[in-house]
């Protein structure tokens, strides 16, 4: 008989096998929370009203949209912080974020061609203004929809420039939260080997 059996401690493959089982659970739910978060805000975007507004009330909105897309990475930073699967974690946030930058931009462009037709270079339904929005983002440049007003001009340089700070400071940000949690957990882990290490 063995030394785990005698002790009723698991042997280590029940151990193995327990923990790749929670594994799955995370993932399953991660899958889950990011499916549905990002199906919400494209079911908000697609039935939103986004009626004609003057220019201001446009330049608001944006504004406000991105104070709030900047709270929710806030949020997700701090939750990578304190989560005990970092990497999970920074994942879900970016994953995340990324379609809310793309839809708060794509609706601001569905209201500017609602208020102001012929400000692109065609007519922009609510896909059009996604697809566009996610090829500012990605930089491709495709040339089959590009500004024509000033104000769509200024509003695409505004998406430039916001797209240069999500990719370079806030994947920065995200990355280095995921190294500091994991860095304090391997330590937490060692002090606790240590502890439990030194002889009574």
């Not at 029940?14 to 990011?34: D, F, I, K, Q």
């Not at 990002?38 to 201001?56: H, I």
């Not at 998406?159 to 860095?183: I, S, T």
């Amino acid at each position: 008989m063995t030394t785990a059996a005698v002790s009723g401690a698991p042997s280590t493959g029940s151990r193995t096998r327990a923990e790749r089982r929670r594994a799955r659970r995370r993932l399953v739910g991660l899958v889950a929370r990011t499916v549905l978060v990002t199906s919400a805000m494209v079911a908000f975007y697609v039935s939103a009203p986004l009626n004609q507004r003057p220019v201001g009330a446009i330049a608001a909105r944006l504004a406000l949209e991105l104070l709030a897309l900047v709270g929710v990475l806030v949020w997700q930073i701090r939750a990578v912080a304190r989560s005990a699967h970092p990497v999970m974690r920074g994942v879900e946030a970016l994953v995340v974020s990324v379609p809310l930058l793309v839809l708060t931009f794509g609706a601001t462009y569905v209201v500017v061609e609602h208020n102001s037709p012929g400000s692109f270079t065609e007519a922009l339904t609510r896909l059009d203004a996604a697809y566009f929005s996610v090829t500012v983002l990605a930089t491709v440049g495709f040339g089959d929809i590009s500004p024509v007003s000033e104000l769509a001009r200024s509003l695409v340089m505004a998406q430039m420039l916001v797209d240069l700070a999500f990719v370079g400071l806030v994947a920065k940000v995200l990355v280095g939260a995921v190294r500091r949690r994991r860095d304090e957990m391997q330590i937490e882990a060692a002090t606790a080997s240590a502890a439990e290490a030194e002889p009574t």
